[in-house]
C-alpha cells in the first residue's frame, strides 16, 4: 500500500490503543475522531487494513455506486465466515455476489413480506402475551427471544414441536459464539478445536448443520404451497436452471439469522429505550396505535434507525483497485468504510441531531445517502424491508397490550458493544403494565 500519508489523517496512537476505543467505546470515540480530523478519518485497527471513516454524503455515495470490481465488501466482513459460510452473500463479491443476491431478492419483495404479515403479528402477539409485567426488566432479552422465534417460523418454517425447540437452542448456542469478542479476531479463529470455546462452537455448528440440512431434504419433498422464506428459496434458479445446492441454503438461512435476530432485536430494545425517555413521542404513538394508524409509527421506526443504527458502520469495502472518493485517489490495501452514525448525526444533514424526534419524518422522506440504516447501493441489506415489517408489528403487540414506562434512574443508557452491534448498556430498562383498552386493528 501507499505511504500513510496517501490516506486522510486520523489518530496517531498505536493499533492496540485504537483497537481498545473502537471495541470498548466506538461511539464516544467516532464523536472525538470527528471532532479533530473532520468527517473523513483514518483508524488503524489490529489485524486488518487501514478503515476511512467517511460521512460526508456525496462521499457515501460514491462507496456505495462504486463499481463491484473496484471495491470488495465481501472481504470486509469475512469475520463472519465460522458462523454464516462460505457461500453468504455477505462474503461474496463481484458477480458471485450479484447472482445470490438475484436468488434472494425475490423472497424479500413486497408481496411475499405481506404474505407473512399474519405469521410474524401471530408469533409477536403470543409472546408478547407471555411477558412479566410490573417490575423493571431488561427489555433486549425479551426482544432477542421474540425476533428468534420469529426467525425459525418466517424464514426457516418451523411449526412449534420439538425440531423447532432443538434449532432454536442450536442457534442460539451459535449467536452466543458470534457475539463473543473471540470471534472477531481472525488469528483466534484459526486456532480451531485448540481453544475450548472454538471447539464448543464447531461441534454446535456440526450439529445445527445436521438439522438444517434434514430440514432442506425434507422442504424439498413437501409439495405444499408455503410462504416461508425456506420455502421460496427452494423455488429459485440460477442462470442455467439449477437450484441452490443444500450448501447455498444453509450459508444463506445463517445469513438471514445472523443480518435478521440481533440486529432487529436491539433495533427495537432501542426504539423502547428513547420512547420511554421521551414521553411525547411515546403518547402520540399509542394513540395512534390505538387508532389503527401508521404514520406516526412508520416515522417513529425510522427515526429511532437514525438516531440509535445498531451498526455504526456500513459494511467496510476493502479497496482491491485504485479508486478516486471525494476528490482524494485510494490505493490497494484499506478500506472505506460509510459511517452510518456519523452521517446520521450530522447537523448539516438533520438539525438537532441528538433530539428523537419522528416528526422529522412526517416532514421529509429518508434519503438514499443520508439515511442509511441498512447500508445503500448493491450491498443494501436484501432484508430491509422485513425488519422494518417487523418493527412495525412487534411496536405495535407490544404498545396495545402493555403501558410502557422507564424502569431505571431515568439517564441515558450509554452504547455498548456487542460484537459488530452496539446495543444498550443496561439491556433497554422499563416497566411493563397489561393495558386493559382494546386498539383498533392494524391496517391491512
Known amino acids: 500500500m501507499g505511504a500513510a500519508s496517501e490516506l486522510p489523517k486520523g489518530p496517531g496512537a498505536p493499533r492496540v490503543w485504537q483497537s481498545l476505543a473502537w471495541q470498548t467505546r466506538p461511539i464516544p470515540y467516532l464523536e472525538r475522531c470527528r471532532a479533530r480530523y473532520g468527517k473523513t478519518f483514518t483508524l488503524r485497527l489490529l489485524g486488518v487494513d487501514p478503515f ?10 460514491e462507496v456505495f455506486t462504486a463499481p463491484p470490481e473496484v471495491l470488495h465488501p465481501g472481504e470486509g466482513a469475512s469475520i463472519l465466515l465460522p458462523v454464516v459460510g462460505p457461500n453468504s ?44 409485567t410490573g417490575a423493571p426488566v431488561p427489555l433486549h432479552p425479551y426482544m432477542q427471544s421474540l425476533t428468534m422465534e420469529v426467525i425459525l417460523r418466517a424464514v426457516f418454517g418451523l411449526e412449534k414441536g420439538e425440531r423447532l425447540d432443538r434449532l432454536r437452542g442450536l442457534l442460539a448456542r451459535m449467536l452466543r459464539f458470534g457475539m463473543s469478542p473471540l470471534s472477531l479476531i481472525p488469528q483466534a479463529q484459526r486456532l480451531g478445536r485448540l481453544h475450548p470455546t472454538l ?12 438439522e438444517i440440512r434434514a430440514l ?16 421460496m428459496l427452494l423455488l429459485a434458479r440460477h442462470e442455467d436452471g439449477s437450484p441452490m445446492s443444500d450448501l447455498e441454503l444453509r450459508d444463506e438461512l445463517m445469513t438471514l439469522l445472523v443480518a435478521g435476530h440481533e440486529t432487529t432485536a436491539t433495533e427495537l430494545s432501542w426504539a423502547f429505550e428513547r420512547l420511554v425517555r421521551n414521553p411525547a413521542s411515546l403518547g402520540t404513538l399509542v394513540s395512534e396505535v390505538d387508532a389503527g394508524g401508521d404514520e406516526y409509527l412508520t416515522a417513529t421506526i425510522r427515526e429511532t434507525l437514525r438516531r ?61 445517502y443520508t439515511w442509511i440504516p441498512f447500508g445503500g447501493g448493491r450491498r443494501r441489506c436484501v432484508g430491509a424491508s422485513f425488519a422494518l415489517l417487523e418493527m412495525g408489528i412487534v411496536l405495535r403487540a407490544v404498545l396495545a397490550r402493555m403501558e410502557v414506562r422507564p424502569g431505571g434512574d431515568g439517564a441515558l443508557e450509554a452504547h455498548r458493544r456487542r460484537s459488530i452491534t452496539v446495543v444498550p448498556g443496561k439491556g433497554a430498562k422499563a416497566i411493563l ?12
Not at 91 to 100: F, G, I, K, N, S
Not at 101 to 114: D, S
Open 199 to 210: 471447539a464448543d462452537f464447531q461441534r454446535v455448528r456440526e450439529q445445527t448443520d445436521e
Open 433 to 444: 403494565t397489561a393495558r386493559s383498552k382494546k386498539p383498533a386493528p392494524a391496517p391491512a
Open 89 to 132: 452473500i455477505l462474503l461474496l463479491d463481484e458477480e458471485r455476489h450479484m447472482t445470490q443476491r438475484k436468488l434472494l431478492l425475490p423472497a424479500f419483495h413486497g408481496e411475499k413480506m405481506e404474505a407473512l404479515r399474519g405469521l410474524v403479528t401471530e408469533t409477536a402477539e403470543s409472546e408478547v402475551d407471555g411477558w412479566t
Open 308 to 368: 440509535r443504527p445498531v451498526l455504526a458502520i456500513a459494511a467496510p469495502r476493502r479497496v482491491v483497485a485504485e479508486t478516486a472518493i471525494g476528490g482524494r485517489t485510494y490505493p490497494p490495501g484499506c478500506h472505506v468504510v460509510a459511517n452510518i452514525y456519523l452521517v446520521h448525526h450530522d447537523p448539516d444533514i438533520y438539525p438537532e441531531p441528538y433530539a428523537f424526534r419522528p416528526e422529522r419524518f412526517l416532514e421529509n422522506e429518508p434519503g438514499t
Open 216 to 231: 432442506i431434504d425434507e422442504r424439498r419433498r413437501d409439495d405444499r404451497d408455503r410462504d416461508d422464506v425456506l420455502s
Open 52 to 61: 476511512v471513516m467517511m460521512s460526508r454524503p456525496e462521499d457515501v455515495k
